[in-house]
Every structure is written in structure tokens, then in C-alpha cells.
């Protein structure tokens, strides 16, 4: 399948500082990608969707200020958490589909991210 | 969005038996889609079944699709301490607008060798 890499995978930051994840389609052009969160043993709860040259679309609740989302090119993604605090600490997993819609979706490695 | 239901919960199972997980839903899908996590890890892509489609095999994988009852199920045939991992469905509703993936609770697959 196709590959999609996060960067970082881990990473630890102090409160109010902020954090930049990267996701990046490696072998295919990503028009749409998306931002999950995971609360340890729980499922994966979407944040927000990324398009190529527009404004992210955010979930019901999701801060927009807060997760600043960055879709500038076909295979790169940004996800910026900013003023972190320890209730942000979590596992945040990006995914890219090759295609549109009906077509599978690929998933980075997630980036644990603990603020202290 | 509402998310899916897998069950089990948890699976033990003893090395080169059958596992079976099954996943429920609420809404009308474009498809559903399985995926394998390891502890800690990012999500493995098995397998993608549209909603015309009914069964799907890749390897040792069955999936099946029943959208009369919303329902999903997977299937590993003999398997193997390395199928240790979760297991989600995830599915991609059909209706306009809304994009991306509603992932199920998940299923946590223990292979006892």
C-alpha cells in the first residue's frame, strides 16, 4: 500500500509551548488528509480534514486555533498544537487518501506527544 | 458522527486457530474499511469493502459486509502469534459533506503460541 510518514513519532514539550507534526505522502499526491486523535486504549477520533490549498474543515468541538491545521502542498500536512497543555498529551495520527473518496486511506505512524 | 461497535472487545486464542471480530454501524456507507494497530503504533490498511460488494478475501483475511444489518465481520484463518494487535473497522459515510474515517471501538486480538 501506500506510504504515509509522521514526523515526529515522539516528542515532549513543557506547557505552553507549541508542537509541530509533519505528515507526508511519500509515493503518492495526497489532495485530502486528516487528523485523528487517540486517548490511549480508545478509538480514533477525528479532528479535522486537510485539503491542498484551503482551510482545514474541523470537527464539532475541535479548537481551530488550537490545532492549527497547514495543507500546502499535494504530500505534506502540518498539524500545530499551540499553548500545549497536559490535556493535549495524546497520540495524534495523520492519514492521506491516493484517491477521492470510496478509496482507501493510508496512515502515518502517529506522534505520541506528552506535555509536562 | 456516530462511531461503530466491534465485538468482542477482546479475543484470546490459541496459536493457528480462527479469529473472528465483527463490527456494527449507523449509518450508509460508501465502505468499510479494516485496519491493525499494534500497541503504540500507526494504523496497518487489510482491507476496503464497498458497499456493493458483500465478501472480500486477501491472504489470510475474509471480510464480509452485510449493509441490510450494518454489519461487518473479520476473519483471520490459522493464525499466528504475530496477529497479536487491535483491530478497527472504520467506515466512510456516504452522505455529502462529511469526509474522512468514524472509526469503530475497536478489538484487541491476543494469539496465545
Known amino acids: 500500500g501506500a506510504v504515509v510518514s509522521q514526523h515526529p513519532s515522539r516528542v515532549i514539550c513543557k506547557s505552553g509551548t507549541s508542537v509541530k507534526i509533519e505528515c507526508r505522502s511519500l509515493d503518492f499526491q495526497a489532495t485530502t488528509m486528516f487528523w485523528y486523535r487517540q486517548f490511549p486504549k480508545q478509538s480514533l477520533m477525528l479532528m479535522a480534514t486537510s485539503n491542498e490549498g484551503s482551510k482545514a474543515t474541523y470537527e464539532q468541538g475541535v479548537e481551530k486555533d488550537k490545532f492549527l491545521i497547514n495543507h500546502a502542498s499535494l504530500t505534506l500536512s502540518t498539524l500545530t498544537v499551540t499553548s500545549a497543555h497536559p490535556e493535549d498529551s495524546s497520540f495524534y495520527i495523520c492519514?492521506?487518501?491516493?484517491?477521492?473518496?470510496?478509496?482507501?486511506?493510508?496512515f502515518g505512524q502517529g506522534t505520541r506527544l506528552t506535555v509536562v | 458522527s456516530q462511531q461503530g461497535e466491534e465485538d468482542p472487545q477482546a479475543l484470546s486464542i490459541q496459536e493457528g486457530e480462527n479469529a473472528t471480530m465483527n463490527c456494527s454501524y449507523k449509518?450508509?456507507?460508501?465502505?468499510l474499511q479494516w485496519y491493525r494497530q499494534n500497541s503504540g503504533r500507526g494504523l496497518v490498511h487489510l482491507i476496503l469493502?464497498?458497499?456493493?460488494?458483500r465478501e472480500k478475501h486477501s491472504g489470510r483475511l475474509r471480510v464480509t459486509l452485510d449493509t441490510s444489518k450494518k454489519s461487518s465481520s473479520l476473519l483471520i484463518t490459522a493464525s499466528r502469534a504475530a496477529d497479536t494487535a487491535s483491530y478497527f473497522c472504520?467506515?466512510?459515510?456516504?452522505?455529502?459533506?462529511?469526509?474522512?474515517?468514524?472509526f469503530g471501538k475497536g478489538t484487541h486480538l491476543i494469539i496465545q503460541p
Open positions: 472504520a467506515t466512510e459515510y456516504s452522505g455529502g459533506g462529511a469526509d474522512g474515517l468514524t
Open positions: 449509518t450508509s456507507i460508501n465502505n
Open positions: 469493502i464497498r458497499s456493493n460488494e
Open positions: 492519514s492521506a487518501r491516493e484517491g477521492g473518496r470510496n478509496t482507501e486511506a493510508f
